[in-house]
């Protein structure tokens, strides 16, 4: 039985690998862009960035990708037999199996997949902010928001397998229009991307004037821009920045209200501006959670385990599912 394994953690547009101890430990990573190939068959592009990562991470440390074993963290809907069903971050690689995949390319034998907010939820409670919380859900902003739900020690993966879908519950209604093809969803106002649309919708509603000009037009305005200034503390971008934590904060409780959860876990991409958005959204949960006065404190902490946390879940999954 190995006491190392690869993990992947695989987002819209980037897919990190890192090797593994039973521990833990990260011994070594690579970074590489996620394709999004629409002509391929689904997920042969991406599988083929994957493996070349595994390999290049066996061939540093004398490993052999066959027997070694390898998870694979994915954004969407991911079936208990490990294929993806709808990615809507990655339609290309919508209906894969990328377990199949890699070992067609790789000869891989130990390989398993899950969600990759459940992979973060699984290493935040192995190794880092949710070690030792039995009850707590992991909210990943990202590109999308995804999520994982630690109940009594166990994770919930639903009858399917795509339970912790949380991105995809509607908090506005007849909202804005959403990659998996809904409206409203909560990752459309709350997430990376979510930050990026609204950027764009308050620049050209002549709200964000500062940063249009120092940009050159309303379009060319970025949510990285909005971040640096509202840490520099530009009234404008803060502003923005309070917005986009109400409804972080709208989504939380929901999330109390369903699950009576008392801890959150946040990670992904937009939780290194976390300074800007934490401290408003726990402000914002006291008037929108369901009988706050009457909960114990609602705790919403940022991730120990930063960008690393799906990788290393993805990597834990495949440790503990070694045949």
């Not at 039973?22 to 391929?40: C, N, Q, V, Y």
């Not at 409780?253 to 959860?261: F, H, K, M, R, Y």
């Not at 959670?289 to 999954?317: E, M, N, Q, Y």
């Amino acid at each position: 039985m190995s006491d190392v394994a690869v993990g992947l953690d695989v987002g819209g547009t980037k897919a990190l690998a890192v090797l593994v101890t039973r521990e833990g430990e990260i011994l070594d990573e690579i970074k590489s862009s996620t394709p999004h190939d629409a002509h391929g068959p689904a997920g042969v592009a991406t599988a083929r960035v994957l493996a070349s990562q595994i390999e290049t991470l066996a061939q540093r440390h004398g490993l052999d990708p066959v027997t070694l074993p390898i998870g694979v963290g994915m954004p969407g809907m991911v079936r208990r037999d490990g294929r993806l069903a709808f990615a809507p971050n990655l339609h290309s690689a919508s209906g894969a199996s990328f377990p199949e995949l890699l070992r067609d390319l790789l000869g891989a034998t130990a390989v398993a997949m899950e969600n990759d907010g459940n992979c973060a939820a699984l290493a935040e409670f192995a190794w880092g902010a949710g070690r030792d919380i039995e009850n707590f859900v992991m909210v990943t902003l990202g590109t999308g928001i995804g999520g994982g739900i630690i109940a009594n020690g166990e994770l919930v993966r639903g009858q399917n397998g795509f339970g912790g879908e949380i991105g995809h519950m509607a908090v506005e209604a007849r909202g804005a229009l959403c990659g998996c093809g809904g409206y409203g969803c909560w990752e459309r106002y709350a997430s990376g991307g979510g930050l990026a649309r609204l950027t764009t919708q308050w620049a050209l509603e002549g709200r964000l004037p500062t940063l249009t000009a120092r940009s050159g037009g309303a379009q060319s305005v970025s949510g990285e821009d909005v971040t640096r200034a509202a840490s520099e503390g530009l009234s404008e971008a803060v502003d923005l920045m309070r917005e986009v934590a109400w409804w972080l904060a709208r989504g939380l409780a929901n999330l109390v209200a369903i699950l009576d959860t008392g801890h959150f876990v946040i990670g992904g991409g937009l939780s290194v501006a976390a300074d800007l958005l934490l401290p408003s959204a726990r402000e914002f949960l006291e008037d929108l959670v369901f009988g706050f006065a009457k909960r114990p404190p609602i705790v919403v902490i940022t991730s120990s385990l930063t960008v690393h946390a799906g990788a290393l879940g993805a990597a834990k999954v495949a440790l503990d599912r070694q045949p």
